[in-house]
Nanobody, 116 residues
Framework: QVQLVESGGGLVQTGGSLRLSCAAS????????MFWYRQAPGNQRELVAT???????NYADSVKGRFIISRDNAKNAVYLQMNSLEPDDTAVYYC??????????WGQGTQVTVSS
């Protein structure tokens, strides 16, 4: 049974930081490209950050320079360090495992709320 479990969300003031974690089980984690997405109320789900199996990273323009994605294959975990948070970062953040044909998995999401 595949599980992706996010944690670390919460309420933070503008300018603050949060670190999201996603723990994976039931998959060979190191084979998957890992993604963080987010979805704000009334908006489509958007890609925030990507980390490949080789550790290459990519970010949405809106978070470049503020967010850092990382992974620990020994712990089957991916992280999103979020700094200088803004109210527009408020959303449910989802962990996604992909990059393999026919295999894609999502976590249940964790709420991040940034107050102004």
């Amino acid at each position: 049974q595949v599980q992706l479990v996010e944690s670390g969300g919460g309420l933070v003031q503008t300018g603050g930081s949060l670190r999201l974690s996603c723990a994976a089980s039931g998959i060979t984690f190191s084979r998957y490209t890992m993604f963080w997405y987010r979805q704000a109320p009334g908006n489509q789900r958007e890609l925030v950050a990507t980390i490949t199996t080789g550790g290459n990273t990519n970010y949405a323009d809106s978070v470049k320079g503020r967010f850092i994605i990382s992974r620990d294959n020994a712990k089957n975990a991916v992280y999103l360090q979020m700094n200088s948070l803004e109210p527009d970062d408020t959303a449910v953040y989802y962990c996604h495992a992909g990059g393999l044909v026919g295999r894609a998995y999502w976590g249940q999401g964790t709420q991040v709320t940034v107050s102004s």
